[in-house]
């Protein structure tokens, strides 16, 4: 069975600063994704970045990227340059293998991020 | 802008008392999911519908059920909600037409949940 952990339930960042959201993960599949996705307040789940298990490079969307260490079986996401608007909760899932049909998601139990003057 | 919508966006209902919540989107795609989201908690799958073949999580209570008259919409019915029932409900999307798309992600797309409220 897949696992997703998430083990900081809460970090501080000030504006303009770096943070990393740790995600661990296990599994048994040799093909799989991984997701981060935030959840501001309001609820709605908006996508962030993607990292698939055979991509070589770090995936990097504008101020996200992804430190994807697969014999840690990690996925931490890096936030530069923080912006209060960045004030969340974040979710790292992953997707089961691949069958075509669906794209299951496995979420770990988030972070909450609060970013600060 | 293609997207999901909820509706409502809050919901107050009574312990027993039947609730539909609604889902539909512009997105076309063929796959569409309801998650249960308890306070605090990471999103849960209860199941989804690749077209019109709906598959059920093994461990969905059998007081949640779904309905999909067609690609757009999607609706969960709850049959007589329980306090345990209380939670924010999320519909997403994601696009599967049996062959991976290079440069697709088949990322899900969320929307706004419903926050349902059982008195």
């Known amino acids: 069975a897949q696992k997703i952990t998430q083990t900081q339930p809460g970090m501080f960042v000030q504006e303009k600063e770096a943070v990393t959201l740790d995600c661990t993960y296990d599994t048994s599949d040799q093909s799989y994704g991984l997701f981060w996705y935030k959840q501001p307040s309001s609820g709605e789940m908006i996508f962030l970045i993607y990292?698939?298990?055979?991509?070589?490079q770090n995936a990097t969307e504008g101020r996200y990227s992804l430190n994807f260490q697969k014999a840690r079986k990690s996925a931490n996401l890096v936030i530069s340059a923080s912006q209060l608007g960045d004030s969340a909760m974040y979710f790292c899932?992953?997707?089961?293998?691949?069958?075509?049909?669906?794209?299951?998601?496995?979420f770990g139990t988030g972070t909450r991020l609060q970013v600060t003057l | 802008d293609a997207m999901v919508i909820q509706n409502p966006r809050y919901q107050v209902t009574q312990f027993g008392k039947p609730v539909t919540l609604s889902c539909s989107q512009t997105l076309n795609h063929n796959v569409m999911y309801w998650y249960q989201q308890k306070s605090s908690q990471a999103p849960k799958l209860l199941f989804h519908y690749y077209d019109k073949d709906f598959n059920n999580e093994a461990d969905t209570p059998d007081n949640f059920q779904s309905r999909r008259p067609n690609t757009s919409f999607c609706f969960l019915d709850i049959r007589s909600p329980g306090l345990g029932d209380a939670a924010m409900y999320l519909c997403?999307?994601?696009?599967?037409?049996?062959?991976?798309?290079?440069?697709?992600?088949?990322?899900?797309?969320f929307g706004p949940g419903t926050r349902l409220t059982v008195l």
């Open positions: 899932a992953m997707r089961e293998a691949y069958t075509g049909t669906a794209s299951k998601l496995t």
């Open positions: 997403a999307t994601s696009s599967h037409r049996g062959v991976r798309v290079k440069g697709s992600y088949n990322e899900q797309f």
């Open positions: 990292q698939g298990s055979y991509d070589e």
